[in-house]
Structures are given as C-alpha cells and as structure tokens.
Nanobody, 127 residues
C-alpha cells in the first residue's frame, strides 16, 4: 500500500508560480511511474506530468498545455514528488492530484494506469 499526501496549492494571479509537493509513504517497490493529474469543475480528471521511478535514467512527460511551464521532479531521499508550475494561467485552475502507478509505457501515465491517488490540492489562478 502507498500513501500520497499533497500540499502547496493555493490562489495566485495569472503569470505567478506555485510548487506542489506530494509526500510518499508505504511500500513503493512495485511503483514505476509517478505523476500529477488535475480535474477542473465539470471536467474529467486528466494527466499533467509523469516521471519514471525505476528506469536507469529519469524520464519525464508532459501534456502539451503545460510543456515549458511545469516541471515534475522527485527527491528520493525525502520520498517527495514535486510539480513546479510557472507562468500560471486561469485555465490551470483545478484540483491537482498526485498519482502512482506500475506502467512500463514510455509515455505520460494514463488515468487507468494509476494504482494510488492522493486526496488533492486546489490551485486557483485568477486573471
């Protein structure tokens, strides 16, 4: 079992930055991918960024709307996943969820591949 606890959400103006954190605990031996999803009101939960956790070299993947603005990273010693978000836009407003899965695909983690979810942290960007 893996536990994920997000923090770092908040309200910012367009153009601002936020850094989300996800504290990871429990048995992570079977986890190969970690990432971030988001869900806006009335919308489906969608992937944002993925990072590999078992590959010899760390690979990252982003959806086009956030590429160049968001950066996913991990601190293995601190068992923490991060999402650095810059140049935020109103359309980034959503609940952001930390996720962990066991996929071996070399691509962004799909919702169906997630085994564990965090409880979410709200990000609100005003214009």
């Amino acid at each position: 079992q893996v536990q994920l606890v997000e923090s770092g959400g908040g309200s910012v103006q367009a153009g601002g930055s936020l850094r989300l954190s996800c504290a990871v605990s429990g048995y992570t031996g079977s986890i190969t991918r970690m990432g971030w999803f988001r869900q806006a009101p009335g919308a489906e939960r969608e992937p944002v960024a993925t990072i590999t956790t078992n590959a010899p070299s760390t690979e990252t993947y982003y959806v086009p709307p956030v590429k160049g603005r968001f950066t996913v990273s991990r601190d293995n010693a601190a068992n923490t996943l991060f999402l650095q978000m810059t140049n935020l836009k109103p359309e980034d407003t959503a609940m952001y969820y930390c996720a962990a899965g066991s996929s071996f695909r070399w691509d962004i983690m799909a919702r169906a591949e997630v085994k564990y979810w965090g409880q979410g942290t709200q990000v609100t960007v005003s214009s």
